[in-house]
């Protein structure tokens, strides 16, 4: 089973539909079930996903070195990936991770998927929680 809160999901499908006619590439990270308030439909030790980095963060650095340094290593655990195309599923040419969300236009709930890192088709659950706070600070 893949979670993923409705808040990252309407965010994601919202940057998908902006950025079309491209294609989007977006890491994605986890929160662990038991640190959100009222995920009563979550397992504690489910990994959640909750957060995402900007497509375009860190865009001079990559250009400069050649590598993503904008992203810590290993703090990504999926990828959400969209297909202008209308292909719901995962292709070759697509930057694979351990989990990976695809979405296809109308850019709507009932058109993104979960998939494995082999393209098998996961179950996909919208929770309704909140991440939790985080500062800066």
Request: hydrophobic letters at 40%.
């Amino acid at each position: 089973m893949v979670y993923a809160t409705r808040g990252l999901v309407t965010a994601l499908l919202e940057l998908a539909e902006e950025t079309e006619p491209d294609e989007l590439t977006v890491s994605l990270a986890v929160t662990p079930g038991d640190d959100l308030d009222g995920a009563t439909d979550v397992p504690a030790e489910a990994a959640v996903f909750t957060h995402f980095y900007p497509p375009e963060a860190g865009g001079s650095l990559t250009a400069v070195f050649g590598v993503d340094l904008s992203i810590p290593a290993g703090q990504t655990q999926g990828r959400f990936l969209t297909h202008r195309n209308g292909h719901l599923g995962v292709s070759k040419t697509d930057d694979l991770h351990e989990t990976v969300l695809v979405a296809v236009p109308p850019w709507d709930e009932s058109s993104l998927a979960a998939f494995d890192r082999s393209g098998r088709r996961q179950p996909l659950e919208i929770v309704d929680v909140e991440p939790p706070t985080e500062s800066l600070a």
